[in-house]
């Protein structure tokens, strides 16, 4: 019997694999659905992803071996030390990353929500804020709004904000915006088409400490030529040049920020220096610092896994003893897996082949990018080393399970849970 802290991605996988090898898994999901970053972290507009990647997480979770507690944080409803007490056979924490890695810059988050915003926060309202029963923050975004970042998730929040803004503006104008069309087209090129004004708005700025050929957008395979190397740099270029001219973009390159402008209590800005360099050279240029004024400041440095009290921490990350297992430091039994292991939380397709990236990703990363079948192999694959793991110890008989039966009974009782597939259907996303 073994407990799974998270249901999306890589739990879910895990789950799917101890039922096939005759156990019984147990399926700690934190939210009312399993979805993870599909539903959470990626913009609405990969709608016909997010279906497809709720659909193979359903089909993964309805099995009869596996029990699927909703609404059950770890850490929140049921402490680590108490899910240790219960005689699981091991433990798999595949509760993703969702901490948003903090802006390093003395005192800049006093004034979250006062001018900054991280990227986390900002997704999720943009995703949810139109449903009816939405109950988070609401936020208005302001033109000319700058993001610190540079990869794949730091292009879709400063797509965000241009859409956001833009669609505003065509509003106030008296026309009605289709936000998703707009994504699709691409926001001049959707005016153009409805015959409307492409409004003057001043424009969102990504920042990033590199240049734009070194943008995480893309990686060249393992003892790649000088010439593949190269042809990766070009692609990155490429989606980044194309971001821009679609969605109305800035982007500034070789740029770290250094220091918060605060003007009445909010965060009014960064002062950023200048790098030059590239790899391990990269260096800030004494100096060279700027300020830059803008009325909202988004951070997307990326995503770390929550503290959860009784887990160790080793930095921002959980202690792994064995970091190819997962297995954590000092706890017999419990295992890593997924992006709580690796501390990446965003959604990515393969970057390993140039020519796919560069014939591929750039149209496909614009519309409707694809990974899920690979994701899931992957996350299988790297499942089985630890699931094997974590089944090695003999089944447990009817009354060791008792205490295990009591806490996944209890929390069904109080949350009228019914069966992985009724719930399901009861709490679609809206």
Not at 155 to 181: C, F, Q, Y
Request: glycine residues 10%; negative net charge; proline residues 7%.
């Amino acid at each position: 019997m073994v407990a799974i802290v998270g249901g999306a991605v890589a739990g879910s996988e895990a789950a799917r694999l101890v039922a096939e090898n005759g156990g019984i898994a147990v399926v700690f999901e934190q939210g009312a659905r399993p979805y993870g970053k599909i539903e959470d972290g990626l913009p609405r507009w990969h709608d016909k992803l997010r279906l497809k990647e709720y659909e193979r997480i359903d089909e993964n979770l309805d099995d009869e071996n596996i029990c699927f507690v909703p609404e059950t944080g770890i850490g929140r409803d049921v402490s680590f030390e108490a899910l240790r007490a219960l005689p699981f056979n091991a433990i798999i924490l595949a509760n993703g990353a969702w901490r948003d890695r903090p802006l390093p810059l003395p005192g800049v988050d006093d004034h979250v929500e006062k001018g900054l915003l991280y990227q986390n926060s900002l997704v999720q309202w943009f995703n949810h804020a139109h449903e009816a029963d939405y109950e988070g923050p609401r936020y208005v975004i302001p033109p000319g709004a700058i993001v610190v970042g540079g990869g794949l998730a730091s292009i879709d929040v400063v797509k965000i904000l241009s859409l956001v803004t833009h669609a505003d503006a065509i509003e106030r104008a008296g026309h009605t915006p289709d936000l998703m069309a707009m994504e699709q087209k691409g926001i001049a090129a959707w005016c153009e088409r409805e015959g409307i004004p492409l409004p003057e708005v001043e424009l969102p700025t990504l920042y990033y400490r590199r240049s734009m050929e070194e943008m995480p957008l893309a990686s060249p395979p393992a003892n790649a030529t000088p010439a593949q190397v190269e042809k990766i740099r070009g692609a990155r270029v490429k989606i980044m040049e194309r971001v821009i001219d679609r969605y109305r973009v800035r982007f500034e390159g070789n740029h770290v920020p250094v220091a918060p402008l605060v003007e009445g209590g909010r965060l009014a800005g960064l002062v950023f220096r200048r790098t030059e360099g590239e790899g391990r050279d990269l260096h800030e240029v004494p100096g060279s610092e700027v300020e830059v004024r803008a009325p909202l400041v988004v951070s997307s440095i990326g995503s770390t896994p929550l503290p959860v009290t009784g887990i160790p921490m080793k930095g921002e990350l959980y202690d792994f003893a064995d970091w190819d297992s997962g297995a954590m430091t000092g706890m017999d039994g419990v295992y890593g897996l997924g992006n709580v292991l690796t501390g990446k939380g965003n959604i990515k397709s393969s970057r390993e082949n140039a020519e796919v990236v560069t014939a591929g990703l750039l149209d496909t990363y614009l519309s409707e990018l694809d990974p899920i079948e690979e994701m899931h192999a992957a996350a299988r694959e790297r499942a089985k080393p630890v699931v094997a793991k974590a089944l090695e110890g003999p089944p447990l008989h009817r009354e060791e399970r008792t205490p295990i039966r009591e806490l996944v009974h209890g929390r069904w009782k109080e949350l009228g849970y019914d069966g992985y597939r009724a719930w399901a259907e009861a709490h679609r996303p809206g």
